[in-house]
């Protein structure tokens, strides 16, 4: 018998694991990330080139129809990274925890593992802050690897009042900086950093040792995510100013999902257009 993990060890491109991203980190190339749903997306995206892929809350959104990411559940996340697993060769998969699906240690901990066992996630992402550090620790003792969501934080939408940029003001900032570490401590292993000025995107960036994935964050970041039909400009109706249609001037889903990754690995995205000040 041939274990997957030796044989695949052999491949001109090994998957990603945790230790190549961190690598990629230290080396200063960019982490490409994007969304996927599907197995057919998934294929493209990892095909593509995408070192991450994140089974989003955001499908709640743009493939469920719902104005916010509050209504979606785990069994929703497991279906739709179960789909994604089956499309990925190298890609790194993260399953998002849903709202309300880690307010304790042990709820935390039940749901992680049906993300990875059901779900075929090899991290799992929660939103929150410092606030969080008692789940992630849980979860970190228990070799779950986590992802931590901070800045703009969308389950949070009706808490805060709207989508908005984060950490503008100093406090807010410094908090931020505080949270990163805090999590860092816990025991996360990657930070995701949502809708906050550059400068604040580059302190984040240089406070902590693991990666930190923007999205709105700014170019100084380790990594940049995009929610993948907003990058394919499939989204109806305002998008968020950090956004760019890869579509344009790509001639097919594959050629919008590689210009993407190229733009992520040449830092040609995100340019001042796409960042908050
Ligand atoms: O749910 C999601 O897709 C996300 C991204 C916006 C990073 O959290």
Same mark, same amino acid.
Do not use: W
């Given at each position: /018998?041939?274990?997957?993990?030796?044989?695949? +060890?052999?491949?001109?491109?090994?998957?990603?694991?945790v230790?190549t991203l961190r690598?990629m980190?230290?080396?200063?190339?960019? &982490?490409?990330?994007?969304?996927?749903?599907?197995?057919?997306?998934?294929?493209?995206?990892?095909?593509?080139?995408?070192?991450?892929?994140? @089974?989003?809350?955001?499908?709640?959104?743009?493939?469920?129809?719902?104005?916010?990411?509050?209504?979606?559940?785990? %069994?929703?996340?497991?279906?739709?990274?179960?789909? @994604?697993?089956?499309?990925?060769?190298?890609?790194?998969?993260?399953?998002?925890?849903?709202?309300?699906?880690?307010?304790?240690?042990?709820?935390?901990?039940?749901?992680?593992?049906?993300? /990875?066992?059901?779900?075929?996630?090899?991290? @799992?992402?929660?939103?929150?802050?410092?606030?969080?550090?008692? &789940?992630?620790?849980?979860?970190?003792?228990?070799?779950?690897?986590?992802?931590?969501?901070?800045?703009?934080?969308?389950?949070?939408?009706?808490?805060?009042?709207?989508?908005?940029?984060?950490?503008?003001?100093?406090?807010?900032?410094?908090?931020?900086?505080?949270?990163?570490?805090?999590?860092?401590?816990?025991?996360?292993?990657?930070?995701?950093?949502?809708?906050?000025?550059?400068?604040?995107?580059?302190?984040?960036?240089?406070?902590?040792?693991?990666p930190?994935? #923007?999205? #709105? %964050? #700014?170019?100084?970041?380790? #990594?940049?995510?995009?929610?993948?039909?907003?990058?394919?400009?499939?989204?109806?109706?305002?998008?968020?100013?950090? @956004? +760019?249609?890869?579509?344009?001037?790509?001639?097919?889903?594959?050629?919008?999902?590689?210009?993407?990754? +190229?733009?992520?690995?040449? +830092?040609?995205?995100?340019?001042?257009?796409?960042?908050?000040?």
């Open positions: /018998m041939v274990y997957k993990q030796l044989e695949q +060890r052999g491949m001109p491109q090994p998957p990603v694991t230790s690598a980190k230290s080396a200063g190339e960019p &982490i490409a990330c994007l969304t996927a749903y599907d197995a057919s997306f998934a294929f493209l995206v990892d095909e593509a080139g995408a070192d991450l892929v994140l @089974v989003g809350d955001s499908l709640g959104m743009v493939v469920q129809g719902h104005d916010t990411t509050v209504p979606v559940t785990v %069994a929703d996340i497991i279906y739709h990274s179960r789909s @994604v697993a089956r499309g990925l060769r190298r890609a790194f998969l993260v399953a998002d925890m849903p709202f309300m699906s880690y307010t304790t240690p042990v709820q935390a901990l039940d749901n992680a593992v049906r993300l /990875m066992q059901e779900g075929g996630g090899m991290m @799992v992402k929660l939103e929150g802050g410092a606030g969080q550090v008692r &789940i992630v620790e849980h979860l970190a003792k228990h070799d779950i690897p986590v992802c931590a969501h901070i800045g703009l934080k969308p389950q949070s939408v009706h808490k805060v009042g709207g989508f908005r940029v984060q950490g503008r003001d100093g406090a807010q900032a410094r908090q931020m900086l505080d949270d990163a570490r805090a999590l860092e401590n816990a025991g996360a292993d990657i930070v995701l950093l949502e809708c906050v000025p550059s400068e604040v995107g580059k302190a984040v960036r240089d406070s902590v040792a693991v930190v994935i #923007g999205i #709105g %964050a #700014g170019p100084h970041v380790d #990594g940049q995510i995009l929610v993948l039909y907003d990058a394919l400009g499939v989204t109806q109706g305002r998008v968020p100013r950090f @956004v +760019r249609n890869f579509m344009e001037g790509a001639g097919s889903l594959a050629d919008g999902c590689a210009s993407y990754v +190229r733009a992520v690995k040449d +830092r040609s995205y995100p340019s001042p257009q796409h960042c908050f000040s």
